[in-house]
């Protein structure tokens, strides 16, 4: 990114406002986690039922029928995430475009929709198909992967 552009982000008055009010920026960070554990969950949920994961009486659900459930609510926790996650970066644009645990995020969550993308694009969700389970597998990898990151971004 140029770094004319982030020094202009970072002394938009928008962006010192949500870096500077009281309550903004830890309402965002408690939204987005809120998004994501709303994302994750669902996924996981989805995932582990693609994986034959027998917990919770998983295996009574038909896949596709579970996937499409819970599609809305990823959806929505995914959007909500991307809109604070975008939020927070604005206020701090200078700092997370140099944070090598935000770019690995951002790489990761590329990885996640590709993935998601590919998997979707092969038709039904069947899991007693390999190549199924390796990608709700890599999902999960994925998905922690992205948390941990997350986490990160303060301490690095």
Same mark, same amino acid.
């Given at each position: 990114?140029?770094?004319?552009?982030?020094?202009?982000?970072?002394?938009?008055?928008?962006? /010192?406002?949500? @870096?500077?009010?009281?309550?903004? %920026?830890?309402?965002?960070?408690?939204?987005?986690?809120?998004?994501?554990?709303?994302?994750?969950?669902?996924?996981?949920?989805?995932?582990?039922?693609?994986?034959?994961?027998? /917990?919770?009486?998983?295996?009574?659900?038909?896949?596709?029928?579970?996937? $499409?459930?819970?599609?809305?609510?990823?959806?929505?926790?995914?959007?909500? *995430? *991307?809109?604070?996650?975008?939020?927070?970066?604005?206020? @701090?644009?200078?700092?997370?475009?140099?944070?090598? *645990?935000?770019?690995? $995020?951002?790489?990761?969550?590329?990885?996640?929709?590709?993935?998601?993308?590919?998997?979707?694009? @092969?038709? =039904?969700?069947?899991?007693?198909?390999?190549?199924?389970?390796?990608? =709700?597998?890599?999902?999960? =990898?994925?998905?922690?992967?992205?948390?941990?990151?997350? @986490?990160?971004? *303060? %301490?690095?």
């Amino acid at each position: 990114m140029n770094p004319s552009l982030t020094h202009a982000l970072h002394d938009w008055p928008f962006a /010192v406002w949500l @870096r500077t009010a009281p309550l903004v %920026y830890p309402a965002l960070e408690s939204l987005h986690l809120i998004a994501i554990a709303t994302t994750f969950g669902t996924l996981f949920i989805v995932d582990l039922r693609l994986l034959n994961v027998g /917990v919770f009486g998983l295996r009574q659900f038909d896949a596709n029928a579970l996937a $499409k459930a819970s599609l809305p609510w990823t959806l929505l926790g995914f959007a909500c *995430a *991307a809109a604070t996650g975008s939020l927070m970066f604005l206020s @701090r644009a200078n700092d997370f475009i140099s944070n090598g *645990a935000f770019l690995i $995020k951002m790489l990761l969550l590329f990885a996640a929709a590709t993935n998601a993308g590919i998997l979707h694009s @092969r038709g =039904a969700l069947d899991p007693r198909n390999f190549v199924t389970r390796c990608q =709700a597998a890599l999902s999960l =990898a994925i998905w922690v992967a992205v948390i941990v990151c997350g @986490r990160w971004i *303060a %301490y690095v």
